[in-house]
């Protein structure tokens, strides 16, 4: 089974109660929700959240929702842990990341990422961008010389359940992504707040982009 897990905890310390924080109208989390929803490839999703209030927040936009063990809920969890307790608890083969700080998603991105992922011998497939590493301040360049890296954006990442339960998000063989720079947006201040609502502001206006709906 295909499984898409959201994590969402309460305890979020750059912007508090940032997952259920108005953007554009809705809570945070509920433009990945959104995502989740749409998507034809996962067969099942859920949040997992130790947090009333957040769960609330999920089952008004439809989501299942998975209670988080208190332990799983600490500031030095990792979120391979969050999503193999998912895994075990809800029997998945395959786990599909979605970030609930990453809200900006073009249609079809969460079954690209699968697809992708399911056109190779991958343990991992991620989304994110390529950046150039510049060389240091004060040393002469032609921006042509300079090489690139991949940086993981943290929107959807889909892994092998075997994969995550040996200890990894991404394994030996980490495919990737390039996604829009629109996309490449996740949330960690309130900058990225403001810049994420701009973002999604244009993409409301362009029509690639349409408003979450509660269900009740």
């Known amino acids: 089974m295909i499984l898409g897990v959201i994590p969402a905890r309460g305890g979020s310390k750059g912007i508090p109660r940032k997952t259920i924080t108005p953007l554009c109208g809705h809570p945070l989390l509920a433009w ?67 970030q609930p700080t990453s809200p900006v998603r073009r249609p079809g991105l969460v079954d690209s990422v699968v697809e992708a992922f399911e056109s190779g011998d991958w343990d991992s497939m991620s989304t994110g961008y390529d950046t150039l590493l510049f060389p240091p301040h004060g040393t002469e360049h032609r921006r042509q010389d300079i090489s690139s890296v991949f940086v993981n954006d943290g929107s959807v990442i889909c892994s092998t359940a075997q994969t995550v339960f040996n200890g990894s998000l991404f394994g030996n063989r980490a495919g990737t992504l390039v996604t829009s720079r629109e996309e490449n947006v996740d949330i960690d201040d309130e900058y990225d707040f403001w810049l994420a609502g701009k973002v999604l502001e244009k993409a409301l206006s362009e029509g690639w982009a349409t408003p979450p709906r509660p269900v009740k």
Do not use: C, M
């Open 32 to 98: 990945t929700l959104q995502a989740a929803a749409a998507s034809r490839r996962l067969e099942s999703y859920a949040v997992s959240t130790e947090d009333p209030e957040i769960a609330a927040v999920a089952e008004l936009y439809g989501a299942p929702v998975l209670k988080r063990p208190p332990e799983l809920a600490e500031d030095d969890v990792l979120s391979r842990d969050v999503i193999a307790h998912a895994l075990r608890i809800l029997d998945g083969d395959v786990a599909v990341l979605l």
